[in-house]
């Protein structure tokens, strides 16, 4: 990979609100009929969309991984049409925020280099992006019925009945881990994938996920106990506020008898060291939704590396599932895609030690 990417990448993001201002005034300008159709509150909200392109735009680039916006490419191709704004208009933006990248970061020399990724992305848009039938599985998940069932009453505000429809499967004697891995990680995808098509609002997005998080902490009297002598810290990146999948994992590591520190969302970097060179931990999890906070993590790893410490790092989110290797980049151990996964992976890591 080349080094230089980086600097690229990096330039983009410190000069995000220029490098997306100048790339919305050129497409406005391409596109009259838009800009004196738009009122200002619009033009504020499209200026924030240039800024998100941008922020994908250089995570590809960063790591030289067209994948990266591939996806983003066809989540825009899904999600834009419902509010109203044809794929066409993205992909021209796309294209003006290239332009722009090129003549911002004086890199002539890079610049077929920046044009392939974007071609590749194009290219591959449809192969790394599928919108699934639904993530509740009838025929590999055993509580399937209950996980619909469950989705269903959080949509329709009744979250009492949904949390007594849980307690219930307690009660039958079904494992705190299956309720999680068979209900609350499917639904949570489920409820991300009906957002995207415009079935739901991010109100009811929000509310869903709330509940959810009300009663997993509801759960703890379940499954804390005493805790063992391994030791796993779990955060998010900088700036990455989706935080479920990450709380889910470290609960189920504390099932399996760890003691886990969760930090949770938006995790200052400084902060993070200092807990690490405090408690030792034996195994670091980290977590990055979006691409644009991966080089968080890369910072992470990076001191953490320079400082000689001894934990092991688990990466896990979306960037690092669309892109196979990336976890190699950051200089992490090991990549897990599921909690399940990441226990065994964590075994194998201590126990080479």
């Known amino acids: 990979m080349k080094e230089s990417f980086r600097d690229i990448a990096s330039i983009i993001q410190e000069g995000l609100p220029t490098v997306a201002a100048l790339a919305m005034e050129e497409f406005m300008d391409s596109k009259p009929e838009l800009k004196n159709h738009y009122s200002a509150r619009q033009l504020q909200t499209c200026r924030k969309d240039f800024e998100y392109i941008t922020l994908f735009f250089s995570a590809s680039i960063r790591y030289n991984r067209p994948e990266i916006l591939a996806e983003f490419l066809g989540w825009c191709k899904s999600f834009f049409p419902t509010i109203d704004v044809p794929y066409e208009e993205v992909f021209g933006a796309l294209m003006a925020i290239q332009k722009q990248v090129i003549e911002f970061s004086h890199t002539s020399k890079l610049a077929e280099d920046i044009r392939y990724i974007v071609e590749e992305a194009t290219k591959m848009e449809g192969q790394h992006f599928a919108v699934h039938l639904s993530f509740i599985d009838d025929q590999d998940n055993?509580?399937?019925?209950?996980?619909?069932e469950y989705l269903n009453l959080l949509l329709d505000t009744r979250r009492m009945e949904a949390f007594d429809l849980i307690y219930n499967l307690i009660n039958q004697g079904i494992p705190i881990k299956n309720i999680y891995l068979n209900i609350f990680q499917p639904v949570q995808y489920e409820i991300g994938r009906l957002?995207?098509?415009?079935?739901?609002?991010?109100?009811q997005e929000h509310y869903c996920t709330a509940a959810t998080q009300t009663l997993i902490a509801n759960l703890y009297k379940y499954f804390l106990r005493p805790s063992g002598d391994k030791?796993?810290?779990?955060?998010?990146?900088?700036?990455?506020?989706?935080e479920m999948g990450l709380r889910m994992l470290a609960d189920i590591f504390e099932m399996e008898g760890w003691h886990t520190v969760y930090i949770g969302a938006n995790t200052p970097v400084n902060d993070l060291l200092k807990l690490i060179e405090k408690q030792k931990p034996l195994i670091l999890a980290l977590s990055a939704t979006l691409p644009f906070n991966v080089a968080a993590l890369d910072e992470i790893i990076s001191r953490i590396k320079k400082a000689e410490i001894s934990t092991k790092i688990l990466v896990g989110g979306l960037p690092f599932k669309l892109s196979p290797g990336l976890w190699k980049d950051i200089g992490a151990d090991a990549y897990a895609a599921d909690a399940l996964s990441a226990l065994q992976l964590a075994q194998d890591l201590i126990s080479k030690n």
């Open 231 to 242: 030791t796993m810290v779990a955060a998010c990146a900088p700036g990455e506020l989706h």
């Open 142 to 148: 055993p509580q399937a019925f209950e996980a619909r």
């Open 195 to 203: 957002w995207q098509k415009g079935e739901i609002s991010v109100a």
